[in-house]
C-alpha cells in the first residue's frame, strides 16, 4: 500500500511540471484518443506490449491538458493501480526519486517532422510524447541495456552513418554472427509493411524488444531493468515517461517511442524542390533524370525513395544454394517471395554503405552499377528491374544525385546518460 501512495505522489509531481506542447504532426495525432484511454489497462485482446502503460499515458496527457475532471480522478486510480501492481521492491528510494523528478529538465520536444515527409502512423498502445522520446534516445545508446555491458543499440547503429553500423554484417552480444546488413534507423517508422529486411514483424514495439534480446543479448530483461532502477535519475525519467519504474515492458517502449521520431529530411534535394536552385550542383539535377530514366523510381518512390514493397533483385543468388538468404519467403512461406527484400530507401544512401541486404557492395557506385546491369539473372527476379545503358557522364550524375539525398538526422549526436 504505502508503494501505492508513493507512485501516486510521483505522478502529481510529474503532472506539476507539465511537458511543453509540441507543434508536431506525430504529437497532435497523440492527443485526441479517448477510446485508447477508455479502455481498461488489462483488456484481454491488447498487445500485451504494456497496454497498462500506455493508458495510464494517455490519461496523464489528458490530465495535464486540463480536460474533464472525473479523467484526472481516474488517473489517479490508475496510478494506485500500477502501484500496487508494480514490482517496486525499492519503495525506500522513492524519496530520492520524487526529488529527481522535480529536477528532471523538461523534455525538450519532439523534433519537427522534415518537409515533404508524412507523418509517421502513431501507435495506440505506444503513444509518442517527448517523455518517452527522451529517454529510449539515452536507452538506444546506453551499453548497460545489454547483457555484458559490452553494446549499446548504437553499436550497429551510429548516427553519423545514417544509424547504419558500416560493416557488412555484425556480431551480436555473445559473438554469434547477423546474418544480414544493419538497415538504416533514420525514418524507420515509416516503414507500412512490417519491419526487417524480410517485413516478419509487424510493430515497431516488437522488433525493439527483440534487439534487446537477440542483439543484445538479454535472455533475463528483469536484471537488466534493477539495474536501470538503481540509477535514480534514470527510475525518475521512467516515472516520468511512464508512471512507473523501469520495467521489461517498458525499455521496448521507449525505445520505440524514440525510433517513432527518429527521421531524416531536409537534404540538398529537399531544398532545391522547395525553391533554393543553388542547394544542389547541376549534376545532381541531371541525375535527377537520369533516375527517373532509368526506372528506379519505380520503387525508389520519392518522398521516401521506397514503395515499402519488397521485391527480388537477386541479390546474393550469385551464391551456392545453401548459402542464399531466402528473404520474405522465410516470413512468408510462399515460394513466390524467394529472394525478395523491402526496397531501402535512398534517403542519406551515400552515408550508409556497404549495400544490400548481405552488405555485399561495398561502395554506393557499386550497388548502382548492380540496379543498373537490371539486378542478377535469377528465375524469381522481379520484372521491373531491366538493364539500362547509361554513359559514364550519365552515372557520375545519377550518384551525385544519390548524394543530393543526404539530408539531417533529427537526432544526430548521442546524448548524455544518467
Ligand atoms: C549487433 C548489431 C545490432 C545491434 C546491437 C542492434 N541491431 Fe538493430 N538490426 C541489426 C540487423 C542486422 C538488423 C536487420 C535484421 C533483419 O533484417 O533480419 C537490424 C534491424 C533493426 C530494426 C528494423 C529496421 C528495419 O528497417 O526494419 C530496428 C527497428 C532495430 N534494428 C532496432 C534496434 C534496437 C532498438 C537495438 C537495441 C535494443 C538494436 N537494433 C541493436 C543489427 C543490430
Ligand atoms: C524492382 C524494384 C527496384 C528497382 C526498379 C530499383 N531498385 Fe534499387 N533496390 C531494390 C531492392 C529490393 C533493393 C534491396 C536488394 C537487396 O538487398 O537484396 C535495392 C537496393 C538498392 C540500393 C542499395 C541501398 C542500400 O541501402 O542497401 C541502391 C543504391 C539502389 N537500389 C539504387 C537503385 C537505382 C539507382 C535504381 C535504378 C537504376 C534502382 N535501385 C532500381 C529495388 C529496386
Request: aromatic share 6%; hydrophobic share 35%.
Amino acid at each position: 500500500m504505502r508503494i501505492s501512495v508513493c507512485v501516486v505522489a510521483l505522478a502529481i509531481a510529474c503532472g506539476s511540471a507539465p511537458p511543453k506542447p509540441v507543434p508536431d504532426s506525430t504529437r497532435q495525432a497523440v492527443e485526441p484518443m479517448p477510446d485508447a484511454g477508455a479502455r481498461p489497462a488489462n483488456e484481454p485482446g491488447g498487445s500485451g506490449l504494456g497496454l497498462a502503460d500506455a493508458g495510464s499515458d494517455v490519461l496523464g496527457a489528458k490530465a495535464d491538458a486540463g480536460m474533464a475532471a472525473d479523467g484526472g480522478a481516474n488517473l489517479r486510480d490508475r496510478m494506485a493501480d500500477a502501484g500496487a501492481q508494480a514490482t517496486n521492491t525499492a519503495g525506500t528510494a522513492a524519496a530520492d526519486v520524487t526529488e529527481a523528478l522535480q529536477k528532471l529538465p523538461a523534455a525538450p520536444p519532439i523534433p519537427e517532422t522534415p518537409p515533404f515527409l508524412p507523418a509517421v502512423e502513431e501507435s495506440n498502445d505506444n503513444p509518442t510524447t517527448p517523455e518517452k522520446v527522451a529517454l529510449g534516445y539515452k536507452l538506444f545508446y546506453d551499453k548497460r541495456l545489454s547483457r555484458d555491458g559490452s553494446m549499446s543499440c548504437e553499436s550497429c547503429h551510429h548516427p553519423d552513418q545514417a544509424y547504419t553500423s558500416g560493416n557488412a554484417v555484425d556480431p551480436k552480444v555473445g559473438g554469434a554472427m547477423n546474418k544480414r546488413n544493419a538497415p538504416a534507423m533514420a525514418n524507420v517508422a515509416y516503414h507500412q509493411n512490417g519491419f526487417y529486411w524480410d517485413g516478419r514483424t509487424p510493430t515497431m514495439e516488437a522488433v525493439t524488444a527483440a534487439a534487446w534480446k537477440g542483439q543484445l543479448g538479454v535472455e533475463k530483461p528483469d536484471e537488466v531493468v534493477a539495474k536501470l532502477n538503481a540509477i535514480t535519475p534514470y527510475r525518475a525519467e521512467f516515472q516520468r515517461a511512464f508512471q512507473s519504474d523501469a520495467t521489461a515492458k517498458n525499455v521496448p517502449l521507449a525505445l520505440a517511442a524514440f525510433l517513432r521520431a527518429l527521421k531524416s529530411g531536409n537534404a540538398g534535394w529537399d531544398k532545391y524542390e522547395q525553391g533554393d536552385q543553388k542547394a544542389v550542383s547541376r549534376e545532381a539535377r541531371r541525375g535527377s533524370q537520369v533516375f527517373q530514366n532509368a526506372r528506379c523510381t519505380l520503387c525508389h518512390v520519392p518522398p521516401l525513395y521506397t514503395d515499402s514493397q519488397f521485391h527480388n533483385a537477386g541479390i546474393g543468388f550469385d551464391r551456392p544454394e545453401d548459402q542464399r538468404d531466402h528473404g520474405r519467403m522465410d516470413a512468408t512461406k510462399d515460394k513466390a517471395d524467394d529472394g525478395k527484400f523491402l526496397t531501402p530507401s535512398l534517403r542519406d544512401v551515400a552515408k550508409t554503405a556497404p549495400y544490400f541486404h548481405d552488405g555485399s557492395a561495398k561502395a554506393l557506385s557499386d550497388a548502382v552499377d548492380r540496379m543498373l546491369a537490371g539486378g542478377v539473372k535469377n528465375p524469381n527476379l522481379d520484372e521491373k528491374l531491366k538493364r539500362a545503358k547509361i554513359s559514364p557522364r550519365d552515372r557520375r550524375a545519377l550518384l551525385a544525385y544519390l548524394e543530393s539525398l543526404t539530408g539531417q538526422v533529427t537526432f544526430p549526436k548521442a546524448p548524455d546518460l544518467p
